[in-house]
């Protein structure tokens, strides 16, 4: 993204992995660079402007010959071969600016997929203040879409095994309690 503002700031590059519910992949890695005019980079953010030029994200931009449209329908393509509409939640860290964005600059796909989150920043935020001691995983840092794809599928998978009970069974009265107290 050229910014963090979805009104004013644009996609660069897309990235998706398409997993079951127990986190095996079941499709390749879809990954597109999109076309911005210079304008656009151009008036990124200075900490945009560092990272992507520095990581190599500003050049493939400029090379690359697919617009956010031709980026949206190749998207949509790869979705509907592996989800059905309203199946499939996003999931990733921060995933609610992807969600602005996607709901911004790719309507179609927003609204392929189901509108609930996995946010795995969220759940390392908990482990953090829940469970001190706690290591935090190490991120590259990076910021490019492959390698954060990559990075947060890990992270999830070693939350699967570390951090939640792997025989956890539903409690209906726990939930009705819980239910309660958040007022619904």
Request: proline share 5%; glycine share 4%.
């Given at each position: 993204?050229?910014?963090?503002?979805?009104?004013?700031?644009?996609?660069?590059?897309?990235?998706?992995?398409?997993?079951?519910?127990?986190?095996?992949?079941?499709?390749?890695?879809?990954?597109?660079?999109?076309?911005?005019?210079?304008?656009?980079?151009?008036?990124?953010?200075?900490?945009?402007?560092?990272?992507?030029?520095?990581?190599?994200?500003?050049?493939?931009?400029?090379?690359?010959?697919?617009?956010?449209?031709?980026?949206?329908?190749?998207?949509?393509?790869?979705?509907?071969?592996?989800?059905?509409?309203?199946?499939?939640?996003?999931?990733?860290?921060?995933?609610?600016?992807?969600?602005?964005?996607?709901?911004?600059?790719?309507?179609?796909?927003?609204?392929?997929?189901?509108?609930?989150?996995?946010?795995v920043s969220s759940i390392s935020e908990l482990c953090r203040r829940w469970y001190p001691n706690y290591?935090?995983?190490?991120?590259?840092?990076?910021?490019?879409?492959?390698?954060?794809?990559?990075?947060?599928?890990?992270?999830?998978?070693?939350?699967?095994?570390?951090?939640?009970?792997?025989?956890?069974?539903?409690?209906?009265?726990?939930?009705?309690?819980?239910?309660?107290?958040?007022?619904?």
């Open positions: 993204m050229t910014g963090l503002d979805p009104d004013t700031c644009h996609i660069l590059e897309i990235a998706c992995l398409i997993t079951d519910k127990d986190l095996n992949k079941i499709s390749n890695i879809f990954h597109v660079v999109v076309n911005q005019p210079l304008g656009i980079l151009n008036g990124m953010s200075d900490w945009c402007k560092i990272h992507h030029s520095k990581s190599g994200l500003v050049k493939e931009s400029k090379a690359s010959s697919i617009n956010i449209k031709e980026a949206e329908n190749l998207l949509m393509q790869f979705l509907k071969k592996y989800t059905v509409p309203g199946g499939c939640p996003l999931a990733g860290n921060t995933i609610y600016m992807d969600k602005l964005f996607l709901m911004k600059h790719l309507p179609k796909v927003a609204d392929h997929l189901h509108y609930r989150l996995i946010d290591k935090i995983m190490k991120k590259s840092l990076i910021h490019r879409a492959v390698p954060d794809v990559k990075e947060s599928l890990a992270e999830l998978k070693y939350f699967k095994t570390k951090i939640f009970p792997p025989n956890l069974s539903y409690e209906p009265d726990y939930s009705t309690q819980l239910l309660d107290m958040i007022g619904i």
